[in-house]
């Protein structure tokens, strides 16, 4: 036999199911949900193909001329030489921008050939390999020994010894983009729940709505149904992520890695958490669209505030009050992915910040709970949040 109470969360139950389709299947079949899909897709692959493309190295041209390129010595990597026959097709081609830079030997000199707006890593490589020829030509008119010389500098070279990972900055880049995308996914579609809910206001669906169902039944199925339709776009934009990083070949942090991805997907749907029961309870505080701007200024400045923190916070990650804020919600959702692009934060701490975030979650959706339950039947009039909190 069946007990009152759980005959009570059944019907619980199925209410919330029936507001959480209601929901869903409104924004699958709405043109403005796909658009806006579309455009964070195109919003994503252009942040990674853009990143991919500032990252790749680019080839510059020395033209070399008067001597053999073995005695300019050995360029760097990015540096590609080229011959020129004299100073005049040196000149030209510098100036033609054919060539970055030019070495030019004449009249037993080294002359170097730069633009004003040659790279600073020509304008390097130039002036070292026109001084490696004279160093060279000094050591033939003083009969050095080079093989001797070569050995006993190779036995007291520096060793270069490599600190850090130089694809941080990179990653860091990256995930911050990547995490403000989410963080307008959360205004986005927390601004969408409240003015669903000022339409059913003003329309008075609501008050028909209320009338098989209690006020937190259908705060929680809208809720559910709108953030069930945010999380296809955000799976819709990590796939988007994955195949712009895997088209572009991206091996220098301009994607973040699966963990961090993954990282990043349960920290949008934290937050996303946190602050869906805040704009909900806006939009049950006023009953004309006209006046929802005026409510939801308070949720919108404290849901961008994580974003200002994390740029801040990137310039060093691992700063003392960095490691303090990143578990304090509403910033652990920028914080902790930012910290997991670039494998700064062990599992333990994210289960640490998660708890804490779940247990601002908690109370923020009890608080917007009684705000909606005392506000969303007063139609014609605009609730302000202190008499919504006195109440």
């Given at each position: 036999?069946?007990?009152?109470?759980?005959?009570?969360?059944?019907?619980?139950?199925r209410?919330?199911r029936?507001?959480?389709?209601?929901?869903?299947?409104?924004r699958?079949?709405?043109k403005?949900?796909?658009?806006?899909m579309?455009?964070?897709v195109?919003?994503?692959?252009?942040?990674?193909?853009?990143?991919?493309?500032?990252?790749?190295?680019?080839?510059?041209?020395?033209?070399v001329?008067?001597a053999?390129?073995?005695?300019?010595?050995?360029?760097?990597?990015?540096i590609?030489?080229?011959?020129c026959?004299?100073?005049k097709?040196?000149?030209?081609a510098t100036?033609?921008?054919?060539?970055?830079?030019?070495?030019?030997?004449?009249d037993?000199?080294?002359s170097?050939?730069v633009?004003?707006?040659?790279?600073?890593?020509?304008?390097?490589?130039?002036?070292v390999m026109?001084?490696?020829?004279?160093?060279?030509?000094a050591?033939?008119?003083q009969?050095?020994?080079?093989?001797r010389?070569?050995?006993s500098?190779?036995?007291?070279?520096?060793h270069?010894?490599?600190?850090?990972?130089?694809?941080?900055?990179?990653?860091?880049?990256?995930?911050?983009?990547?995490?403000?995308?989410l963080?307008?996914?959360?205004t986005?579609?927390?601004?969408?729940?409240?003015q669903g809910?000022?339409?059913?206001?003003s329309?008075r669906?609501?008050?028909?709505?209320?009338?098989?169902?209690?006020?937190?039944?259908?705060?929680?199925?809208?809720?559910?149904?709108?953030?069930?339709?945010?999380v296809l776009?955000i799976?819709?934009l990590?796939g988007?992520?994955?195949?712009?990083?895997?088209?572009?070949?991206?091996?220098?942090?301009?994607?973040?890695?699966?963990?961090?991805?993954?990282?990043l997907?349960?920290w949008f749907?934290?937050?996303?958490?946190?602050?869906?029961g805040?704009?909900?309870a806006?939009?049950?505080?006023v009953s004309?669209p006209?006046?929802?701007?005026?409510?939801?200024?308070?949720?919108?400045?404290?849901?961008?505030?994580?974003v200002?923190?994390?740029?801040?916070?990137?310039n060093?990650?691992?700063?003392?009050?960095?490691?303090?804020?990143?578990y304090?919600?509403?910033?652990?959702?920028?914080?902790?992915?930012?910290?997991?692009?670039?494998?700064?934060?062990s599992?333990l701490q994210q289960?640490?910040?998660?708890?804490?975030?779940?247990v601002?979650?908690?109370?923020?959706?009890?608080?917007?709970s009684?705000?909606?339950r005392?506000?969303?039947?007063?139609i014609?009039?605009?609730v302000?949040?202190?008499q919504?909190?006195?109440?």
């Amino acid at each position: 036999m069946s007990t009152p109470a759980g005959n009570n969360r059944s019907k619980a139950l199925r209410d919330v199911r029936l507001v959480y389709q209601r929901e869903v299947t409104a924004r699958f079949t709405s043109k403005g949900y796909f658009a806006g899909m579309m455009i964070m897709v195109v919003a994503v692959v252009a942040i990674v193909m853009g990143l991919s493309y500032l990252n790749q190295p680019k080839t510059l041209h020395v033209a070399v001329c008067g001597a053999t390129s073995a005695e300019f010595g050995t360029p760097p990597e990015d540096i590609q030489v080229k011959a020129c026959s004299g100073m005049k097709q040196a000149r030209s081609a510098t100036a033609d921008e054919d060539a970055d830079a030019a070495v030019v030997i004449a009249d037993g000199r080294a002359s170097v050939l730069v633009r004003g707006n040659s790279d600073q890593r020509a304008r390097d490589a130039a002036v070292v390999m026109g001084r490696s020829w004279a160093l060279n030509k000094a050591y033939a008119e003083q009969h050095v020994d080079r093989a001797r010389l070569a050995r006993s500098l190779s036995e007291t070279a520096p060793h270069i010894v490599s600190v850090g990972d130089s694809s941080q900055s990179k990653q860091v880049g990256a995930a911050i983009s990547l995490v403000i995308i989410l963080f307008v996914q959360i205004t986005g579609q927390g601004s969408l729940i409240a003015q669903g809910i000022v339409e059913e206001k003003s329309t008075r669906i609501v008050e028909v709505l209320l009338s098989t169902l209690t006020p937190v039944r259908l705060m929680i199925g809208k809720v559910a149904g709108i953030g069930t339709a945010a999380v296809l776009q955000i799976l819709v934009l990590v796939g988007a992520l994955v195949g712009a990083g895997a088209v572009s070949g991206s091996k220098t942090g301009s994607v973040p890695g699966t963990g961090a991805l993954v990282s990043l997907l349960v920290w949008f749907l934290l937050s996303f958490a946190l602050f869906a029961g805040l704009f909900a309870a806006a939009g049950s505080l006023v009953s004309r669209p006209e006046d929802l701007q005026s409510v939801l200024m308070p949720v919108m400045v404290i849901a961008l505030m994580p974003v200002g923190v994390a740029v801040a916070a990137a310039n060093d990650l691992s700063a003392p009050w960095v490691s303090v804020i990143q578990y304090l919600p509403p910033f652990s959702g920028m914080l902790i992915p930012m910290q997991a692009s670039i494998d700064n934060v062990s599992l333990l701490q994210q289960l640490l910040a998660a708890a804490v975030m779940l247990v601002a979650i908690a109370g923020c959706m009890w608080l917007a709970s009684r705000i909606y339950r005392t506000s969303i039947l007063k139609i014609g009039t605009t609730v302000r949040w202190s008499q919504a909190l006195a109440a």
